[in-house]
């Protein structure tokens, strides 16, 4: 069963553009919404993560933004830069020892 | 910081052979995962333990068995490899099921 569903596959966005990615889910259990970030011959690493109990949360160049009555959430990635290309997974999970689910990934490219 | 460490960067192994990939996280955690990653698959979680000694099945425990004897060191055992087994496989710990995943640099295993 697909559970997440991340879009798009992959992404060229021009330096200092913004990058966006998309996840849906239909699991309403969840309560955790975080993005990793993965860079070539590295594993994925936490990037930004959302609680439901807020809508948006930024860092940096970083924001998650949350529609929960949609159940989607996104990552906007502000004046992207060449050093953010990478791929980027959702992975929203549930409470207890219930895994995270991880998306299938966005490949970003950030070209100058 | 937390450290997850895998066993080999990359390894070669044949058809039939018994494979071992170790894993050993330094940070206490309870829970401990094994993935693999495949292209324009994303990460498939194939078994995962909330516990020493306890472990659950994860999308693709087909041709894999785990064991994790003490909480630090989570194993994945290929007891036949076979070729389509070949793939990048990650190993992540969390102190709990549905927070943040601290992944490992990942064994790229080739079987021939």
């Known amino acids: 069963q697909q559970q997440v569903k991340q879009s798009p596959q992959s992404l060229i966005v021009q330096k200092g553009g913004i990058s966006i990615i998309n996840c849906a889910y239909e699991?309403?259990?969840?309560?955790?919404f975080p993005w990793y970030q993965q860079f070539p011959g590295k594993g994925p690493a936490l990037l930004i993560a959302i609680r439901p109990d807020v809508s948006e949360k930024k860092e940096g160049r970083f924001t998650i933004s949350f529609n929960k009555s949609a159940k989607q959430f996104s990552l906007h990635i502000m004046d992207s830069q060449p050093g953010d290309s990478a791929t980027y997974f959702c992975a929203p999970g549930g409470s207890g020892n219930t895994p995270l689910v991880f998306g299938k990934g966005t490949r970003l490219s950030v070209i100058a | 910081d937390v450290k997850v460490t895998q066993s080999s960067r990359y390894l070669v192994k044949r058809t039939g052979e018994k494979v071992f990939l170790e894993c050993v996280q330094d940070?206490?955690?309870?829970?401990m995962f094994w993935y693999r990653q495949d292209p324009g698959l994303g990460l498939r979680l194939i078994y995962f333990?909330?516990?020493?000694?306890?472990?659950e099945k994860g999308d693709i425990p087909e041709g894999y068995s785990v064991s994790r004897e003490k909480k630090e060191r989570f194993s994945l055992i290929l007891e036949s490899a076979s070729t389509n087994q070949t793939s990048m496989y990650l190993c992540?710990?969390?102190?709990?099921?549905?927070?943040?995943?601290?992944f490992g640099p990942g064994t790229r295993l080739t079987v021939l």
């Open positions: 699991n309403t259990a969840f309560d955790y």
């Open positions: 940070m206490d955690h309870e829970n």
């Open positions: 333990s909330y516990d020493v000694k306890m472990k």
């Open positions: 992540a710990s969390s102190p709990g099921g549905a927070d943040t995943q601290y």
